[in-house]
């Protein structure tokens, strides 16, 4: 074991650059501990107590920067050393003085900058991002909204000037899109037509929703031509599905769209009328998935249901590639068949106390769709949520989970004051730890979300509760710890590195959210019957 | 000669710098620290903050628009002569409006509502604690140390127990990451809720958490404190001490807004310092004082 600290005098950082320089160099093969922190007596002591302090690093005064590392070897400590030097530098890099060209500060300047850009990406404070937004669509602008807290009424506006300008509003509150291949907010590495084979047009109101259909297409080769979200609340009475009928309408009448690929929890039912209208005019094969959702409407439409997001990419990624849908769906028929046998190995675990579902999600649709296939299986009125099927499912509290328990740890409440789960998972993975300690607890399941802007390593931020929870445990008990990633292999995290981190682990990694969904659902089912 | 426009200035800083103009020597002044939206510099002993009119007041501010170039050196001549203000190479031009900002609330006319505290408190629970990342032993060891003193002091505070209440807040003194760490960012916090909620021991409650954190906390931080300790905070404070204090039924909204735009004030920094708040208000109800 080797400890190696360097003190940088005059370097000054906000906490969320030293966590992550911190993060980073945890991250390096061969590196047990880091921590890059101010020299205070207060931290020094932290450094001792984690035997992480030099001499060097216990002469530092409180205005010095430490870092400081304990790895396997000297060459792995130098490298983490030299490795959060640059973490600093890129982060440093922007405040340099002024002689550096100015970074616009209003849609004005930044069209000045660049005269050809069509799109506005939108990322103020909810207060002030409708004026921002309005702006940008006098300038001729497309408008990717991803900041919240925009009132219903200037999104109604905003949308409606949209449309009259021709003009797609994407939020506010847009996790996801995909748009002439540019990555927007949380989207993934995925392919795109052309130059790949397929051409799927995504219109989505959900964000993971979207980003689960396309790293799903982007698996089996599939490209998509473009991926619009909508924003949660298109779709609402109020909103009236403005953007989800214009996105619907610029992809059928976009030549390189062959498919189109509608996602979303069940739209209100005059919208989903008018959004089905658009459906039925166009003469492309359109698959929708309103999660939970009537098949009948769509059908009447000329629109292919499906129950899954699953589903829904492999017919879509079907369709377009000239399959038939049938053979990709018989695949996933022969999966869920094993299922029950899996379940039947794994119950076999788990003692007779063990009898609850306990799911720690980072994406709101995929907690949506395991609450719709939970109580289809287990029976309706089984599992609670912060974010429910029904309003007499609202857990009591958030933090405390009622027998088979759900929670979108992605909602406001977790969210205020803290960064979103999919890019700091410290909250999840705390939760992760007190569920499994839960004498009544059989499962716990987490979505890992890959992609631009999130975590750079998930998987193994997940893995470390995984142990620390069995290290609670003691061998008590089994728990089964089950998970699903969401991502493709050329993410930033690579999702068969992901994968493979988790099942190292032995944490049961499933193709899907359904199937993990589905296998929960037997295990709990025959604990039951 | 940089020439920048100097929109404001806090009282005590003006003060400082009119001071240090009154000599016709050279004074200590350097360049501490450079960021997007501030230069800190250390004048003496003290900080004064060069920030772009984005951050607002605060009780060592100077407000200038843009920020001027790097001040090289570790002595400068300032002074004040035709409306400007001279610090080295640096011509910080009065604006027509400028203003000297006074850090220090009227506490007694801001003295929170119960009914506003509640929001307060409401929205507190909303954000909890900061989350850091997890995952090595010294951020959990920082994260169990945070809480078990902020605790004691808590506990130390209601016993009014002067010797116990420093050396809890020494403990706590520069623990954490950051610039600020947390544990200051906390008890400045702290120290303003006494303020705000009238504790009887207010005066030596704050200068006993104060003197528990000298040379333990960075320049920065301990800036903050010194403030803090004396009933001095940023302009974003003002206005939640307003809303705090708001009879009316848009309180609510307001307490929200206020406290939002505090919790958004550095990467964990705000977060903290409304956690810290929130406790002191706890510990001012317990004695009777008015909130």
């Known amino acids: 074991m080797v400890i190696q600290t360097l003190v940088k005098a005059g370097q000054y950082y906000d906490s969320v650059t030293l966590l992550q320089a911190a993060q980073a160099l945890l991250a390096l093969d061969g590196v047990e501990d880091a921590a890059v922190v101010m020299g205070t007596p207060a931290n020094r002591g932290i450094l001792e107590n984690a035997d992480l302090l030099t001499e060097q690093a216990a002469a530092a005064s409180a205005d010095d920067l430490v870092i400081a590392v304990r790895a396997t070897s000297e060459e792995s400590a130098l490298g983490a050393i030299a490795h959060a030097e640059e973490v600093l530098s890129e982060r440093a890099a922007p405040e340099a003085g002024p002689s550096d060209a100015p970074r616009p500060r209003t849609i004005a300047a930044a069209t000045r900058q660049l005269e050809d850009a069509n799109l506005a990406l939108v990322s103020v404070a909810g207060q002030y991002a409708a004026d921002v937004a309005r702006e940008a669509l006098l300038r001729d602008l497309h408008v990717f909204l991803f900041s919240d807290n925009v009132s219903v009424e200037d999104e109604i506006e905003l949308k409606t000037m949209g449309r009259e300008r021709g003009l797609l509003v994407m939020g506010p509150d847009a996790g996801t899109a995909i748009v002439n291949g540019k990555a927007l907010g949380f989207a993934n590495a995925i392919l795109t037509t052309p130059p790949a084979e397929g051409g799927v047009g995504i219109v989505a109101a959900s964000g993971t929703g979207l980003q689960a259909v396309s790293t799903s297409l982007a698996q089996h080769g599939v490209g998509i031509t473009q991926a619009i979200g909508t924003g949660g609340r298109d779709l609402s009475a109020q909103v009236g599905g403005i953007m989800m009928v214009e996105a619907v309408k610029a992809l059928a009448a976009d030549p390189a769209t062959r498919v189109l690929l509608l996602v979303s929890k069940p739209p209100a039912p005059e919208v989903a009328e008018a959004v089905l209208e658009t459906v039925r005019a166009c003469d492309k094969p359109a698959v929708v998935c309103f999660l939970g959702g009537k098949k009948d409407p769509i059908e009447a439409a000329g629109g292919i249901p499906a129950t899954t997001l699953e589903r829904a990419a492999l017919i879509a990624g079907a369709l377009a590639t000239g399959r038939d849908p049938d053979d990709a769906l018989a695949a996933v028929r022969r999966r869920n068949r094993t299922l029950k046998n899996q379940a039947r190995e794994l119950r076999a675990k788990l003692n007779k106390n063990q009898r609850y579902y306990r799911g720690l999600f980072s994406g709101g649709t995929f907690c949506y769709e395991t609450q719709l296939i939970l109580a289809k299986m287990l029976g309706k009125g089984k599992v609670k949520s912060n974010a429910p099927l029904a309003k007499g499912l609202l857990l009591a509290s958030s933090n405390v989970s009622e027998g088979h328990t759900v929670v979108d740890l992605g909602e406001d409440e977790f969210t205020q004051g803290r960064l979103h789960p999919m890019i700091d998972p410290a909250l999840r993975n705390r939760r992760l730890v007190h569920e499994a300690r839960d004498p009544n607890t059989a499962i716990v399941y987490i979505d890992v979300v890959l992609g631009y802007g999130v975590h750079p390593n998930p998987a193994g931020a997940a893995v470390e509760a995984v142990y620390e929870a069995r290290d609670r445990l003691k061998k008590k008990r089994e728990v089964l710890f089950l998970a699903h990633v969401c991502g493709t292999n050329t993410d930033p995290q690579d999702a068969s590195r992901q994968v493979d981190i988790l099942r190292q682990a032995g944490v049961i990694v499933m193709d899907s959210n359904a199937a993990a969904a589905r296998l929960a659902g037997y295990i709990l089912k025959q604990r039951s019957a | ?291």
């Open chain 2, 1 to 291: 000669m940089h020439r920048v426009q100097l929109h404001s200035a806090s009282h005590p800083t003006y003060d400082l710098l009119l001071a240090a103009g009154a000599s016709p020597e050279e004074s200590p002044v350097r360049e501490l620290a450079r960021f997007n939206r501030a230069v800190n510099l250390v004048v003496g002993e003290d900080i004064v903050a060069l920030v772009t009119p984005s951050l607002g007041n605060g009780p060592f501010h100077l407000i200038v628009d843009p920020l001027p170039p790097p001040l090289i050196g570790d002595l400068h001549r300032v002074r004040l002569e035709a409306g400007c203000l001279h610090i080295g190479s640096w011509a910080l031009d009065l604006a027509p409006s400028f203003t000297v900002w006074d850090p220090r609330p009227r506490w007694d006319l801001l003295r929170p509502r119960k009914s506003s505290r509640r929001h307060l408190l409401s929205a507190n629970r909303a954000i909890g604690r900061p989350q850091w990342a997890a995952g090595s032993a010294s951020q959990h060891s920082t994260q169990r140390r945070l809480a078990h003193h902020s605790r004691e002091l808590s506990e130390d505070i209601l016993s009014q127990d002067l010797a116990a209440v420093r050396a809890a807040a020494s403990a706590l003194s520069g623990l954490g990451p950051g610039l600020t760490p947390a544990g200051d960012d906390f008890l400045a916090g702290l120290m303003l809720a006494l303020w705000a909620g009238d504790h009887p021991m207010r005066e030596s409650l704050c200068h006993a958490i104060w003197s528990g954190t000298c040379e333990r906390t960075t320049k920065l931080a301990g800036a903050y404190l010194a403030a803090a300790a004396q009933g001095g905070c940023d302009e974003k404070w003002h206005d939640l001490l307003r809303a705090l204090a708001t009879p009316t039924a848009q309180a609510r909204a307001a307490v929200r807004r206020a406290a939002g735009r505090i919790r958004d004030f550095g990467a964990t920094s705000g977060t903290d310092t409304l956690m810290g708040f929130a406790m002191g208000l706890d510990a001012c109800a317990a004695v009777g004082a008015r909130v």
